[in-house]
């Protein structure tokens, strides 16, 4: 896909001006960390979406993904629920992601592959697989409403900076940046595609382009395929932190997953 | 870029048949048909460039109490994961069934236990 | 026309012959390079008893991809003489690939003959909706349905 940099009119000088990329501050006073959005400016992504494609998501009968939804609870009822009680699993999905001290970031897709290999004692399920997008519906849709809360040092880890530093550097033979976009440009449209804010409550989401659910992970490599940039393999550290600092980002919107996605 | 592969029809649920928990006789309701299916059309292309085969749903057939409520008999351009909605009314309580078949001879059914106050 | 697409459209009247009519000689009536330049459809379907009818095609007219496109179809039975039925509903887009996109058959049971779904467009087209009624009458409304966007894909 090839995004028309001249209709869009879109001026980086002026955007360098507002957000410079680049390397984070080694030492960034967590307090004084502006997030792009203020809580009254955040706007879910299905609010940019055509009407019908809303109504998809508002009304669960018509919702594909919900097939997913079905699919995850059978299979979190046969394999997960002796340990997560039906109270417990209404909440599983709004505390990820999270930084571990030393580990990577942990992800509600690399989660469900730990318990299901340590506990429940299983293969791991492939990424983009139709269980572990199942298992992670359904997770997403019982905490439905929830509220992310960051982890009240998160900015001042590595895997948040590396995530902001993804999000604001400009590259591609298109010299986009993802704030670009969702920072400087939501609400206006490229090609025939309005542009949201660019977070990822909805995910796991139904695409009518993919024609099926699809991760928060696929999302993120649609948009690297789209700057014409060297796509992350799905198994790149950098997506997770991307997943992290796009939930900090987007703190304070309930999550909607699945949501109905063009 | 290629995706691992994934099974389309899982083991489990492949649809849903919606209907109002309970209904007053004579009352109008709507009956919704959604069924995971990639409709897959025969002129997509998969990663390697290669033809996708063509497998639609042939033929859906909607059963009240094995009463004819609808049967699609050509279902071409029916989306992936299709959804059918109509509109019947509440005469009695009894089973309210669906059937279909794909191109490649897949099978797939669902029902639904529709109660009516005092039907 | 091509004879690929003469082709299509011979078949497609062979699914469902009772659309002969409304496909025209040949399908000739439905087929066109632009929307715009359709010939005139009711002239052909007059012949063949094709009635505007009470049917409505409820479609957007302006939609982003062809993937999904969501609509309703109704066909009103109070404006019905008496002892007819709606038989069958159903729905061309003679632009598809296939041109016969919808065919579906009512049984008695239907309370109202409305049938809401989404369907595929292969192109910006004249989106054609078709009743049959048990005297072999054809009602039709057609919508005009421009696409913005190709259905392209993002490569994951």
């Known amino acids: 896909m090839r995004w028309l940099l001249v209709a869009l009119g879109f001026s980086f000088a002026a955007y360098f001006g507002v957000a410079p990329p680049g390397r984070a501050d080694p030492k960034p006073p967590p307090a004084a960390i502006q997030k792009p959005y203020a809580l009254a400016q955040l706007r879910s992504g299905a609010s940019f979406m055509a009407p019908h494609l809303q109504a998809q998501q508002r009304d669960d009968d018509q919702n594909p993904g919900m097939l997913w939804v079905d699919q995850g609870r059978d299979l979190f009822a046969a394999d997960c629920a002796r340990c997560h009680d039906a109270e417990a699993q209404k909440r599983l999905a709004a505390k990820l992601p999270r930084v571990t001290p030393n580990g990577p970031v942990v992800t509600l897709e690399t989660q469900i592959n730990r318990c299901q290999t340590d506990r429940v004692k299983r293969a791991d399920y492939p990424l983009e697989s139709q269980p572990l997008l199942a298992l992670s519906s359904y997770l997403s849709f019982a905490a439905r409403g929830e509220v992310y809360r960051a982890q009240s040092d998160v900015t001042s880890t590595e895997a948040w900076q590396r995530g902001r530093n993804a999000f604001t550097q400009v590259q591609g033979k298109l010299d986009f940046s993802c704030a670009a976009c969702h920072d400087q440009m939501a609400g206006k449209r490229v090609r025939t595609q309005a542009i949201s804010q660019g977070h990822g409550v909805g995910f796991p989401a139904y695409r009518v382009e993919w024609q099926g659910v699809g991760s928060l992970n696929r999302r993120l490599r649609a948009c690297y395929f789209g700057m014409e940039t060297l796509v992350p393999a799905q198994s790149d550290p950098i997506l997770a932190d991307l997943a992290l600092y796009l939930a900090w980002r987007s703190e304070g919107l309930p999550l909607e997953a699945p949501a109905v996605r063009r | 870029m290629s995706e691992p592969s994934t099974s389309l029809n899982p083991p489990g649920r492949n649809a849903r048949l919606i209907v109002p928990r309970l209904l007053q006789r004579g009352e109008e309701f709507t009956a919704r048909l959604l069924i995971q299916h990639p409709m897959e059309t025969g002129f997509r292309r998969d990663d390697a460039g290669k033809m996708l085969p063509a497998n639609v749903i042939e033929e859906i057939i909607l059963r009240f109490d094995g009463e004819l409520v609808f049967r699609g008999r050509v279902l071409n351009a029916l989306s992936a994961n299709p959804s059918l909605a109509v509109l019947l009314t509440a005469q009695k309580s009894g089973t309210l069934s669906a059937n279909w078949r794909d191109q490649m001879g897949n099978v797939g059914s669902i029902s639904a236990e529709l109660r009516v106050a005092g039907g | ?156």
């Open chain 3, 1 to 156: 026309m091509p004879s690929a697409d003469r082709r299509a459209l011979l078949h497609a009247a062979a699914l469902a012959p009772w659309w002969w009519a409304a496909l025209g000689p040949f399908g000739m009536a439905v087929h066109s390079q632009t929307p715009t330049a359709d010939p005139p459809l009711d002239q052909q379907w007059q012949r063949a008893r094709v009635e505007r009818g009470g049917l409505s095609l409820d479609i957007p007219v302006v939609v982003e991809t062809g993937t999904s496109v969501p609509i309703v179809l109704f066909a009103d039975r109070l404006k019905l003489k008496s002892g007819i039925q709606i038989e069958r509903l159903g729905v061309i887009a003679p632009k598809n690939p296939r041109p016969v996109a919808l065919d579906v058959e009512l049984g008695a049971l239907m309370s109202q003959a409305r049938l809401t779904t989404n369907i595929r467009l292969g192109a910006s087209q004249s989106v054609i909706g078709v009743a049959l009624l048990s005297d072999g009458t054809l009602w039709q409304h057609s919508v005009n349905v421009v696409l913005t966007g190709s259905a392209c894909y993002d490569g994951t």
